[in-house]
C-alpha cells in the first residue's frame, strides 16, 4: 500500500481560501468515507481537525471544511488566517484494518 | 478528557528493540475502542504503525509487521510498542493517539524522540 498523494505545497492570502487534496485508490479514499485531516505546527503533535470526510470535532473552526469526490478528498480552508500556517496530514481507511497518511502539505500564509 | 504520555529510552542501539508505553490519564483504556502508533521521521511525514483494541486484538502497518508488537495493561492504564532490529531509518518522533470513531485519531500524545545510533 502506498502512501496517500498530497500536493507539497500550498498558499493563500489572508482572507481567502485555500483547497488541499488527497488522491488515493478505489481501495482507499475512494471506498470507504473515512478520511481524516490533521493539523500540524512545527514541533507540535497533529490535531484532528476534519474525521468522517466532512465532519468537525468539537472546538475546531467552521472555517475548515472536508469533502471527497472519487478517489481524492480535499481540505477547504476558507477565511485564512495566520495561525492556518501549518502542514496538514491527510489519512485514510485501507480495508482490513489498515491506515494510510498523505506526505502532508504546507500551508504558508502569505 | 483523555491525556496520552509517551515514555521510553530516545536512543537505541542499531539491532537492539525500540519499547515505548504509552500511558492514559483521565480516562479508562477500556473505554475506547482502539489506541494507535504513528511515528514521523525528521523532516517527513507520518507513518502509522499499528493499533490495538483494549482487549488486545493488533493490526499493524503491513511494512513492519515482522518486527512491532503491541501490547496493552489494562490494570496500568497503558499501550505499549516494542520495534525489534532497529535501524537508523526507524529514527523518528513516535506518538501514541485515541480513537476518536472513524478511524480518526483524535487525541495525541506529545511524541517522545526516538534516535537509533551507536
Known amino acids: 500500500q502506498s502512501a496517500l498523494t498530497q500536493p507539497p505545497s500550498a498558499s493563500g492570502s489572508p482572507g481567502q481560501s485555500v483547497t488541499v487534496s488527497c488522491t488515493g485508490t478505489s481501495s482507499d479514499v475512494g471506498n470507504y468515507d473515512y478520511v481524516s485531516w490533521y493539523q500540524q505546527h512545527p514541533g507540535k503533535a497533529p490535531k484532528l481537525m476534519i474525521y468522517?470526510?466532512?465532519k468537525r470535532p468539537s472546538g475546531v473552526p467552521d472555517r475548515f471544511s472536508g469533502a471527497k469526490s472519487g478517489n481524492t478528498a480535499s481540505l477547504t480552508v476558507s477565511g485564512l488566517q495566520a495561525e492556518d500556517e501549518a502542514d496538514y496530514y491527510c489519512?485514510?481507511?485501507?480495508?482490513?484494518?489498515?491506515?494510510?497518511f498523505g506526505g502532508g502539505t504546507k500551508l504558508t500564509v502569505l | 478528557q483523555a491525556q496520552l504520555l509517551e515514555s521510553g529510552p530516545g536512543l537505541v542501539k542499531p539491532s537492539d528493540t525500540l519499547s515505548l508505553t504509552c500511558t492514559v490519564s483521565g480516562s479508562s483504556i477500556s473505554s475506547t475502542n482502539w489506541w494507535g502508533w504513528i511515528r514521523q521521521p525528521p523532516g517527513k511525514g507520518l507513518e502509522w504503525i499499528g493499533h490495538?483494541?483494549?482487549?488486545?486484538?493488533?493490526y499493524y502497518n503491513p511494512s513492519l509487521r515482522s518486527r512491532v508488537t503491541l501490547s496493552v495493561d489494562t490494570s496500568k492504564n497503558q499501550f505499549s510498542l516494542k520495534l525489534t532490529s532497529v535501524t537508523a531509518v526507524d529514527t523518528a518522533v513516535y506518538y501514541c493517539?485515541?480513537?476518536?470513531?472513524?478511524?480518526?485519531?483524535?487525541?495525541w500524545g506529545q511524541g517522545t524522540v526516538v534516535t537509533v545510533s551507536s
Open positions: 493517539a485515541r480513537n476518536g470513531g472513524g478511524y480518526a485519531f483524535d487525541i
Open positions: 489519512s485514510s481507511y485501507a480495508g482490513s484494518n489498515n491506515l494510510l
Open positions: 468522517a470526510v466532512n
Open positions: 490495538i483494541y483494549y482487549f488486545g486484538t493488533t
